[in-house]
């Protein structure tokens, strides 16, 4: 750094309302801010000033500035064309790198530019003098020029392509120029004119085994090249003779795994062009590595020293991390090869790594004093994470220190070797470096000192208390009716943040981000009290219990003072959230009197445990509850679930509300479906044969027990309660209609028995006080009788008929003298004339009361028939309007 280095026009610019500068440059050294030229006038200094940076660029109008970033870091040694201009009409100021357009920026005000001189390398304070060591220029400038005009951007890429100026130039390149302690240099022009683009190139290494050689070149991010048909053979024969003088080199591929079949080390791939020189192959499993010479490919063996040529794919920046430095440009390096073939790293400022006396020595080229040693025993090569031996202080220790230097890119991740593997990658439980380095030291979770895992962490909004969100997932429900419980199965997850915290290496997907049972312990977790349980119950972090970290912000801008690639993520932005499955039994006030057409609701309730919500709060935005049914219920059906928070009291509550609805089918299969079967036998039994009274008394009552039987099982079932339920209605309406059915049975019967008669206890009393009725029911000897003559005309005019019995007696009936058959039964014809006249008289007073017994039963019988099904009907109607009303 100096202020007495710079060049200066003869020429000056006259006066102009617009202007346009550019200049062609070449960096040695970046300083803070390098000040690459200014267009300075007595009358108002600092017209226009072009500054860069390694990430951005500065233009300067009139004491104004402007930081505008670029797409690609600048780097050392390279040659770029820089163009600002200046429209005085729309007051814009853009700024052009390599011909293309950074950005346009407008002035406030316009103004016209005086007699202007142009200053390279040096920043000016006043006019010609009060130069700024700290931002002079360091390298080399060409193709400067100054035009009293404003520059289009065709004409600026006109430039950039070294494709001649445009016209309206003031201030040439060809002009005289004012040197101080500087000078001219020829240079090819091809050299200078070259386009800035990611250039491949190959670095030769010295003489070392195959899989030393595949390390040290993947350390530099490059690979051993494989010829992939006869011209790229030819090219690699090319650069070996021209450029490196080289014989043989290592072909990247060999065939360790499979005799024969040679796969890349690079694309993992089988090589498909195969040249053999002399008579190879023939090392079988001896020689499994290959060299290339001028008569193409050869088996060989790896254990043997050989030299190779790295190619590296394109140019790439390296990064020395480790160091505490204030500018990160004191961070960057570029990677030379010069002609002896060693390697040298160029600081972008002050610094430089290269080989020394079997050593790599990190040393400040300005003051000439080294800072690190790395000794070749320790380490063959500087890439990668090294334990340099520290000579001049760094970071305030000396001794062993760990530098990282890599040419990763940002999305990268440095193997210990110097190799690069997306930074995706790292810590994936997958090792995908070489040596596995990836998943080595994977810590997640970053705790300042003074942590305290006791203490709720602070809110985001300061004096505010800290938000918990809290999900739950139902996955299986089991409501007991007779124990009045609901058992769920659940996975509670509770959700916050600690901005006390940073987490490394996160990645977006959440199950990856997994903290490690050992550390559940170390941190904060809130935690909860289950109060409508079966017992105590409290939720807990354990083995089982699952804490991640989700992903949400974007990682911090990477510190280089650490020397490892780590993304470093806030806690201020990204959450932490607890999981893990529970099985509860929660107490529930079951309401059963529409059994089993209920619908139950059930309540979880739960309380924050950590703190008051003066510190921790249920966050009743972001909670939620869901029911994923994976697991369905047997006698119900989930209406809905609901989740409701409340933070009025000293600590936070929860309510889970379940609304379940019962499964009808099995109580209708089971109860309703039998018991209208039963009831229909019942309300047959009235269509029996009246006179089969054991019959139909006998069904009636076995339908009876059965319901009885019905009715205790279903109350044992259920809890017993003050209350009826609806169920119990129902069957005790069943019980009531069969009691009915049995109740028209009796009826019916003592209806036909006349006993529902108040004058037929008299009337039908033969002699010796037995009715007529009980003499039927003696046993006579009496069969049935069938006509065996023709009618037979009696006295009265009336036509009788005789009958026959089957014991072979014969039978006739009596005529009354008012011509009517008053007899029921009939004697056997061997019986005396004045017993059977007898027998006449008496009956004839007993067959007009049967009569109307028979009658009056009929009439029971089809009140019974009507009353029993209208019964029925009218009691369903109220049931189930009542019901589902």
């Known amino acids: 750094m100096t202020n007495n280095s710079w060049a200066q026009s003869v020429t000056k610019a006259p006066p102009s309302a617009s202007a346009s500068v550019c200049v062609r440059f070449k960096v040695f050294f970046f300083r803070p801010l390098t000040h690459v030229f200014s267009l300075t006038s007595l009358q108002q200094t600092r017209e226009i000033n072009g500054e860069i940076f390694v990430d951005y660029v500065r233009p300067i109008v009139s004491g104004a500035f402007y930081?505008?970033?670029?797409?690609?870091?600048l780097q050392v040694l390279t040659w770029y064309h820089y163009c600002l201009t200046y429209h005085h009409t729309q007051a814009h100021i853009s700024a052009y790198l390599q011909g293309h357009l950074i950005g346009t920026i407008t002035r406030n005000i316009t103004r016209w530019f005086g007699d202007a001189t142009l200053v390279l390398g040096q920043y000016s304070l006043g006019y010609l003098d009060g130069y700024t060591k700290t931002r002079s220029f360091s390298g080399q400038v060409t193709h400067v020029g100054v035009w009293g005009r404003t520059l289009s951007s065709r004409e600026v890429l006109q430039v950039a392509r070294c494709h001649g100026n445009p016209p309206g130039l003031v201030i040439s390149w060809d002009d005289d120029w004012i040197l101080n302690n500087s000078s001219f240099v020829n240079l090819e022009e091809s050299e200078i004119c070259e386009r800035k683009e990611p250039k491949s190139k190959y670095i030769k290494l010295f003489a070392m085994p195959y899989h030393s050689a595949v390390k040290a070149c993947a350390g530099l991010g490059g690979f051993l090249p494989v010829p992939l048909n006869l011209k790229h053979a030819r090219d690699l024969l090319q650069v070996m003779k021209t450029q490196r003088k080289l014989e043989m080199i290592w072909v990247g591929a060999t065939d360790q795994l499979q005799e024969g079949v040679y796969i890349s080390d690079h694309t993992g791939e089988e090589i498909e062009w195969q040249m053999w020189g002399g008579n190879d192959p023939n090392g079988l499993q001896w020689q499994n590595c290959l060299i290339l010479d001028e008569t193409f490919l050869h088996d060989y063996p790896c254990h043997v020293s050989r030299d190779s040529l790295c190619y590296l794919p394109s140019y790439r920046e390296w990064t020395l991390k480790?160091?505490?430095?204030?500018?990160?440009?004191?961070y960057k390096y570029s990677l030379l090869h010069p002609d002896k073939g060693q390697l040298v790293f160029r600081g972008y400022y002050q610094y430089e790594i290269i080989e020394k006396n079997e050593s790599w020595l990190w040393r400040n080229v300005i003051t000439d004093n080294v800072i690190a040693?790395?000794?070749?025993?320790?380490?063959?090569?500087?890439?990668?994470?090294?334990?340099?031996?520290?000579?001049?202080?760094?970071?305030?220790k000396r001794g062993k220190y760990s530098l990282q230097l890599s040419s990763c890119l940002r999305h990268e991740f440095t193997c210990r070797d110097g190799s690069c593997i997306p930074r995706t990658r790292r810590c994936n439980q997958r090792p995908d470096c070489r040596d596995g380095s990836?998943?080595?030291?994977?810590?997640?979770?970053?705790?300042?000192?003074?942590?305290?895992?006791?203490?709720?962490?602070?809110?985001?909004?300061?004096?505010?208390?800290?938000?918990?969100?809290?999900?739950?997932?139902?996955?299986?429900?089991?409501?007991?009716?007779?124990?009045?419980?609901?058992?769920?199965?659940?996975h509670l997850n509770l959700t916050w943040k600690d901005l006390r915290?940073?987490?490394?290496?996160l990645k977006s997907a959440s199950r990856l981000n997994q903290v490690p049972v050992t550390d559940h312990y170390k941190l904060w977790t809130p935690t909860l009290t289950l109060v409508n349980v079966r017992g105590t119950e409290r939720t807990r972090v354990d083995e089982e219990a699952v804490i991640t970290v989700h992903r949400r912000g974007v990682p911090i801008d990477q510190d280089l003072s650490l020397p490892e690639d780590v993304d470093i993520y806030q806690g201020a932005e990204n959450h932490l959230s607890v999981d893990r499955k529970y099985t509860s039994q929660f107490l529930c006030d079951l309401n059963l009197q529409l059994y089993p057409f209920d619908t139950q609701h059930c309540l979880l309730y739960m309380q924050v445990l950590s703190a008051a919500t003066d510190f921790v709060l249920l966050d009743m935005n972001g909670s939620f509850v869901t029911y994923e049914g994976a697991i369905h219920l047997i006698e119900y059906t989930v209406i809905s679930v609901s989740l409701q928070t409340n933070n009025s009291n000293i600590m936070g509550e929860a309510e889970v509300s379940v609304e379940l609805q019962r499964r009808v089918g099995y109580p209708v299969i089971s109860i309703y479906v039998p018991t209208v079967i039963l009831?229909?036998?019942?309300y047959l039994s009235l269509i029996f044969r009246q006179e089969n009274f054991e019959a139909r008394v006998m069904s009636s009552l076995t339908v009876l027990l059965v319901l009885a039987a019905l009715f205790t099982q279903t109350s044992t079932s259920l809890p017993k309660t003050s209350y009826f339920k609806m169920v119990d209605v129902w069957l005790l309406f069943s019980i009531s209609l069969i009691f009915f059915v049995i109740l028209f049975h009796v009826l019916i019967d003592l209806a036909r028995d006349g006993k529902l008669s108040t004058s037929s206890s008299s009337s039908n009393k033969g002699s010796g006080g037995i009715t007529e009725k009980e003499h039927q029911r003696r046993p006579q000897g009496i069969s049935t009788v069938k006509p065996i003559t023709e009618p037979s005309i009696t006295e009265g005019g009336q036509q009788v008929r005789s009958f026959i019995t089957e014991t072979g007696q014969q039978v006739r009936p009596f005529i009354t003298r008012g011509g009517q058959q008053g007899i029921t039964h009939f004697e056997r014809s061997s019986s005396s004339p004045s017993s059977i006249t007898s027998r006449w008289f008496l009956s004839s007073g007993t067959d007009i009361e049967e009569e109307k017994n028979k009658t009056f039963a009929d009439k029971l019988f089809k009140h019974a028939l009507i009353f029993i099904p209208c019964y029925f009907g009218i009691f369903n109607f109220i049931y189930w309007i009542y019901i589902f009303a």
Do not use: Q
Not at 322 to 330: L, V
């Open 438 to 490: 990836d998943e080595w030291e994977c810590i997640l979770v970053n705790r300042p000192t003074g942590y305290h895992h006791t203490l709720p962490p602070p809110s985001h909004v300061p004096g505010t208390p800290l938000p918990v969100t809290l999900n739950i997932r139902l996955l299986s429900l089991s409501l007991s009716d007779k124990d009045s419980y609901l058992e769920v199965t659940y």
């Open 501 to 505: 915290l940073r987490f490394h290496n």
């Open 67 to 73: 930081f505008l970033g670029i797409s690609e870091p």
């Open 322 to 330: 480790g160091p505490c430095e204030e500018d990160t440009a004191n």
């Open 373 to 396: 040693r790395l000794p070749f025993e320790e380490n063959r090569w500087p890439m990668g994470s090294r334990n340099w031996t520290l000579e001049t202080e760094v970071c305030g």
């Open 679 to 682: 009831l229909i036998l019942a």
